[in-house]
């Protein structure tokens, strides 16, 4: 009789699917402990992260910075793999930006001194939320109680800088007519700062941000950096040690079975998967299928609220049978997921960059619904925060849209969205239009929201969850608990991997790679392969 070895089969070749692989196979498969296998749903690995070229710089179309070098396995992998250098040009090569130039629509160039008490309340404010200082400084004191969302707090911030600065709120702007006073230029600024957090956070509104949350997610100490041989290098490092047919693409899940019942497993397992006595069987989309013993699932929070939301059958969003137990649900709809989206455009070769350094704009909009508004701006760009080269002597300019703003840019043609920037830029530099005459040759944009394989970007706590609903996520099914005291059920049939499962790191690779580690690890004990 040939005794089965236990098969772990892992949904999603992205950076925890990845991770768990290759520690599953490093400290199992090849003590013959059991098999491992990969299963991607698309034609390539990598997930949400993907590195690309465009105008004859390496950019990612996903993932972009190692948040924090200290402590960072990515930084460490990077490091050990001579990814960080490169002869190759590369996207934010010299960090970020700096020395902005903050001009408000209609040409207004905005002086430091106007723009900068702005800019550091709105970082003041932040860092108060999340934990880095006591106060916000200033003279500046808010009433913290009940307060739910990040939003809220920082309209209650600057609604106190107001306070303590009220003559600001009648003086004119000389030379703005009446298209600006003191307070609405400096909300706008504020809103500029408003965006650009909404990026980092995936939240298509800050008022849908969880406050207390910020202060319990965990930062990297360091500098932030990109990757020169670009984040990919990562991902097929990770992949380099898994022999050929491990990983098998394109194949799309659409039915997970599963035995949540103890009585279940003995007696009814092996009729329900034609004999075989694995608990858990996976149907593909291709008619295929395969049963294991564990399966460890990565797919994004935004591909587990479709599947538990959407009833079509035929829509490609794989379901669990029977469905998830109602605790896991609920910590599935209450967790937000949002959308963010890269926009890439190419300067025309008429744009002299030996003359001319195209610089970092910040571009502040008009927040009234008044006529004052430029008409000819397109509302999916009033919520953008900047534009500017990828480094300082690049011809490549790089956008970044959150939330509706991100969806529409998916839906629209490159020729509508060359042409708009266009025009929106024309009015931004209508001050020295004699001098310069901005063109672009092509555009490149992500499409993360309507990728069915994500459905989105990253995850954040939304108002009304908390980071227990990510331990409730990660939690592995069935309940351990139950099965105690019940002799040869299977624990562990399917747990959960990915940056949404991770409380402290969520909405990064780090966060995805230490949960696809913790998942490895929790088998390899079980297997005894390792001690934890």
Known sequence: MVIKKPRIVIIGAGMAGLTAANNLYKSGVKKGAFEVCVV????????????????????????????????????????????????????????????????????????????????????????????????????????????????SFLRKGLESYWKLESRKESREMNGFGDIWNMKSLEEAVFALHEYTQRTYTSANDLHNLDYLAESEYVMFPGEEITIAKGYSSIIDSLASVLPSGLIQLNKKVCSIDWQPQPECVMGMMGDKHGGDSRPVKIQFLDGTSMSADHVIITVSLGVLKAGIFNNDNDSGMFKFNPPLPNFKVEAISRLGFGVVNKLFLKLSPDFNLDVDRFPFLQMVFHKSDHQVKNPKIPWWIRRTASLSPIYKRSNVLLSWFAGEEALKLEELSDEVVLDEVTTTISNFFSYKKDKWNVKFDKVLKTQWGSDPLFMGSYSYIAVGSSIADMDSLAEPLPNTKAFESTSGSPPFQILFAGEATHKTHYSTTHGAYFSGLREANRLLQHYHCIDV
């Not at 993932?63 to 050990?80: C, D, F, L, V």
Request: charged letters at 20%.
């Open 40 to 151: 991607e749903g698309g034609n390539r690995i990598g997930g949400r992260i993907k590195s690309s070229e465009f105008g004859g710089d390496r950019i990612e179309m996903g993932a972009t910075w190692i948040h924090g070098i200290g402590g960072s396995p990515i930084h460490k992998i990077a490091q050990e793999i001579n990814s960080l250098e490169s002869e190759q040009p590369w996207e934010c090569m010299d960090g970020f930006l700096d020395d902005p130039i903050t001009i408000a629509e209609n040409g207004y160039v905005l002086s430091p001194s106007l723009v900068d008490p702005i800019s550091n309340l709105f970082k003041n404010l932040m860092d108060f939320a999340q934990g880095k200082k006591k106060s916000v400084g200033n003279g500046i004191e808010i009433d913290t109680y009940g307060n739910a969302s990040v939003g």
